[in-house]
């Protein structure tokens, strides 16, 4: 299930991430999903779903890192 907004991200996404985050994480998922659609592109069994989150947050990662005090996310 793709995002088409924003607002459609979890609550927890954002407000942890900032905009711009937001916004890397859900095209890296949307990305995902499409790239994922079938089971024999996956190297595992996870599913669609799972591992669109897990492109996700890992296109986050490149450009920002968590803060552990505060949980919020900043550009490296």
């Known amino acids: 299930m793709p995002y088409k907004?924003?607002?459609?991200?979890s609550d927890k996404i954002k407000k942890?991430?900032?905009k711009?985050?937001?916004?890397?994480?859900m095209e890296a998922f949307n990305s995902a999903w499409d790239m994922y659609a079938?089971?024999?592109k996956?190297?595992?069994l996870d599913?669609?779903?799972?591992?669109?989150?897990?492109?996700?947050?890992?296109a986050v990662k490149k450009k920002?890192?968590?803060d552990?005090?505060?949980?919020?996310w900043k550009k490296i």
């Open 16 to 18: 942890y991430l900032p």
């Open 64 to 66: 920002y890192k968590k």
């Open 42 to 44: 996956r190297r595992n």
């Open 47 to 58: 599913s669609r779903e799972v591992i669109a989150h897990k492109v996700a947050w890992n």
């Open 68 to 72: 552990e005090a505060s949980g919020k």
């Open 5 to 9: 907004n924003l607002d459609e991200l």
């Open 38 to 40: 079938k089971p024999k």
């Open 20 to 25: 711009e985050a937001q916004k890397i994480y």
